[in-house]
């Protein structure tokens, strides 16, 4: 059963960056899709990025591109999302996730879930 706990969160100013990152264990990371996503009160979950499991083929919400970057390192079993230029707006717990196909989009294709860690961006 694979198990993920994501790390790097916390308060930043807007403009300000973070770095989070997430650790898979018990299970075949490498065949694994992986994504950062992330809810805020009140709204539901959503992607921010993807990484396919072999290409490395990236996926962006259209609010994060160009701000975020997902990447990943099969041989240490990690995947990051780094966050530049951060906004208020995307203030909310960020969750790392992983599915069984190469890449998807919609949260009910991820099959295992970090508990995820807050990101507050202050104005």
């Known amino acids: 059963q694979l198990q993920l706990v994501e790390s790097g969160g916390g308060l930043v100013q807007a403009g300000g960056s973070l770095s989070l990152s997430c650790a898979a264990s018990?299970?075949?990371?490498?065949?694994?899709?992986m994504g950062w996503f992330r809810q805020a009160p009140g709204k539901e979950r959503e992607i921010t990025a993807c990484?396919?499991?072999?290409?490395?083929?990236?996926y962006y919400a259209d609010s994060v591109k160009g701000r975020f970057t997902i990447s990943r390192d099969n041989a240490k079993n990690m995947v990051y999302l780094q966050m530049n230029n951060l906004k208020p707006e995307d203030t909310a717990v960020y969750y790392c996730?992983?599915?069984?196909?190469?890449?998807?989009?919609?949260?009910?294709?991820?099959?295992?879930w970090g508990p995820g860690t807050q990101v507050t961006v202050s104005s």
């Open positions: 996730a992983a599915t069984n196909y190469d890449s998807a989009i919609p949260p009910d294709y991820y099959a295992y």
């Open positions: 018990g299970g075949t990371f490498s065949t694994k899709g």
């Open positions: 990484i396919s499991r072999r290409d490395g083929i990236t």
